[in-house]
Antibody, heavy 116, light 112 residues
């Protein structure tokens, strides 16, 4: 069974940084594209970033380019999202998901709140 | 970016009755490999999204056969033959053909 468990969310001030982690199990992680999708409170879904199986290719939505970095450690079956220069509008639940031309299996998410 | 437009945004349905959600994209979702990466997701209250349908019409494992997807090019539909209480939630279409992948606004299904 595919399991994805996000962690690292919390309250951070505008301009601050946070690192999200996603622990994966139940599928061949090193052979899977992965993605982060976020959902602002009471709002819809937005793809944030995706990463190729070996980490050699990444894509970002324009609103996070230059501020967020997606990475992975295949030896640890883990996915990461380094978030810098956080803004109030980055407040959201961040979901980790397997990626197959779109999110397939989703985690439960971790809440990031950017507020002073 | 590709804009995904769903209708209706609110869908009150009587138990046992059918329901239909429309999704339109601002550009064709046919990829150069001939596939169409249009998917449907269900998000029940307080839960993570769950993929129901991939590539227009392929039901995911465990999804009841009362859910079906159809369409082509820029126009797509999710149909539920007989709505049950557990179907309450928000439904999203999403395109994976072009980056950034984009979602529709969501359709909130409720029981009348």
């Amino acid at each position: 069974e595919v399991q994805l468990v996000e962690s690292g969310g919390g309250l951070v001030q505008p301009g601050g940084s946070l690192i999200l982690s996603c622990a994966a199990s139940g599928f061949p992680f090193s052979r899977s594209w992965m993605t982060w999708v976020r959902q602002a409170p009471g709002k819809g879904l937005e793809s944030v970033a995706e990463i190729k199986e070996d980490g050699s290719k990444t894509n970002y939505v324009d609103s996070v380019k230059g501020r967020f970095t997606i990475s992975r450690d295949n030896a640890k079956n883990s996915l990461y999202l380094q978030m810098n220069s956080l803004r109030v509008e980055d407040t959201a639940v961040y979901y980790c998901a397997t990626e197959n031309w779109g999110p397939a299996h989703w985690g439960r998410g971790t809440l990031v709140t950017v507020s002073s | 970016d590709i804009v995904m437009t769903q209708s209706p945004l609110s869908l009150p349905v009587t138990l046992g009755q059918p329901a239909s959600i429309s999704c339109r994209s601002s550009q064709s979702l046919v990829y150069s490999d001939g596939n169409t990466y249009l998917h449907w997701f269900q998000q029940r209250p307080g839960q993570s999204p769950r993929r129901l349908i991939s590539e227009v019409s392929n039901r995911d494992s465990g999804v009841p056969d009362r859910f079906s997807g159809s369409g082509s090019g820029t126009d797509f539909t999710l149909q539920i033959t007989r709505v049950e209480a557990e179907d309450v939630g928000v439904y999203y279409c999403m395109q994976g053909t072009h980056w950034p992948q984009t979602f529709g606004q969501g359709t909130k299904l409720e029981i009348k």
